[in-house]
């Protein structure tokens, strides 16, 4: 029987609306329960383009939006703050991920991608449970908000770079060599326009901001920069964060995300929708010891992180620890970087994402009473 594409549209934006009511009344994030109805949808939309762009545009506006909050300037300052933790979070996380995989038996690629998948914290969730658990203003925030902006611009170079390795060409040095090139192009090209067009183009934004129809340059300039990284064979979310750190530029962060908030709320749902659409679990779970290997490390090495990169940005023991602890749940970027899997790695990855999702929210929640009984009521309460 023939159902015509609109009926389905309206349908799931109805279903998507009642699991988000759900998730917002039991305090779930929306971004496990989305990929759960993925799950049991996946058959009436399978290998369905138009929910697979759709979604595509949807992760595209949350980088490009997440670029928009830092001007070249502050990304610089940012950087530096948290660079040690930001560096051990590298190498624990990601490194020491790829190498388990390693262990395993997996290629060197298939090996990138799991210590990919395992690397950053789930932005969304985290910055949703500071703000629920009224914990935004405690000591840990800051450095949980610029540990995850370390990550935010860390990873979709790393998608950068994986979407090169997994696009069928053979790897070598110089194919390795010309990825970064086009990365190191890419990032020059933002900064060039951020720099030398667009503060000179401040006057003409004042002017015309409030605009109706100034919505389709703000988006058109951040799903342009998408498209060409996606034209060099690179991650469009990499383009979508660089195209936003050209228009933070303008000084307008506000006026601008007002713009492209809607577009990004309506889109966004569908790309977690459709990775879940996209999981199939015919032969049962892989790998599972590699799976439980790999979240019991997950979660060692952000609270490590926590714990040692917090003591690094000046915060005391316990503060560090409550931080560690608030940084296990993964979601935006393993997903990302999961799509890029073969079926069963997808498979696999789907897995460890949503139980550290689920896990991290535990342990986010807990977080403070943990840190109470390690270190007891010497400090005072922050």
């Given at each position: 029987m023939y159902i015509p594409d609109m009926l389905l549209a309206g349908l799931l934006f109805l279903i998507l609306f009642m699991v988000g009511y759900i998730s917002f009344k039991v305090r779930i994030p929306n971004v496990i329960t989305f990929l759960l109805l993925g799950l049991v949808i996946g058959s009436f939309f399978s290998d369905s383009y138009l929910l697979e762009f759709a979604g595509e545009i949807g992760i595209v506006l949350l980088f490009f939006m997440l670029g928009m909050e830092f001007p070249v300037n502050q990304l610089v300052k940012v950087?530096?703050?948290?660079?040690?933790?930001?560096?051990?979070?590298?190498?624990?996380?990601f490194g020491v991920s790829f190498g388990i995989a390693l262990l395993f038996g997996l290629d060197w690629i298939t090996a990138m991608l799991i210590g990919g998948v395992a690397y950053a914290t789930s932005s969304s969730i985290t910055a949703k449970l500071l703000e629920s658990t009224k914990r935004m203003a405690n000591k840990e925030s800051e450095f949980i908000l610029g540990l995850l902006i370390f990550e935010d611009l860390v990873a979709p170079v790393l998608v950068a770079i994986l979407v090169g390795l997994t696009a069928g060409a053979a790897v070598t040095a110089g194919s390795i060599s010309l990825i970064i090139l086009q990365v190191i192009l890419l990032t020059a090209g933002a900064l060039?326009?951020?720099?030398?067009?667009?503060?000179?183009?401040?006057?003409?934004v004042d002017r015309y901001i409030n605009e109706d129809f100034f919505v389709l340059f703000v988006i058109g300039i951040g799903?342009?920069?998408?498209?060409?990284?996606?034209f060099l064979d690179l991650s469009e979310v990499l383009g979508a964060f660089l195209a936003g750190i050209v228009l933070a530029e303008l000084k307008r962060t506000h006026e601008l995300e007002h713009l492209v908030l809607n577009f990004r709320d309506l889109l966004l749902p569908l790309f977690f929708v459709y990775f879940g659409t996209s999981i199939e679990f015919a032969?049962?779970?892989?790998?599972?010891?590699?799976?439980i290997v790999l979240l019991v490390w997950s979660?060692?090495?952000?609270i490590a992180v926590g714990y040692?990169?917090?003591?690094?940005?000046?915060?005391?023991k316990k503060v560090s620890l409550r931080a560690g602890f608030s940084l296990t749940q993964r979601g935006e970027f393993s997903i990302i970087m999961a799509a890029l899997a073969s079926e069963m790695i997808m498979a696999f990855s789907s897995v460890f994402i949503l139980?550290?999702?689920?896990?991290?929210?535990?342990?986010?929640?807990?977080?403070p009473v943990i840190a109470r009984r390690v270190f007891g009521k010497r400090e005072a309460r922050s």
């Open positions: 950087a530096k703050k948290v660079l040690g933790a930001g560096i051990l979070d590298l190498v624990l996380s060039f326009l951020a720099l030398f067009v667009f503060r000179k183009l401040r006057p003409f799903l342009t920069y998408g498209g060409l990284a996606l032969e049962g779970i892989p790998m599972v010891s590699m799976l979660i060692i090495a952000k040692w990169g917090g003591q690094m940005y000046g915060m005391s139980t550290s999702a689920i896990l991290g929210v535990v342990l986010f929640q807990n977080a």
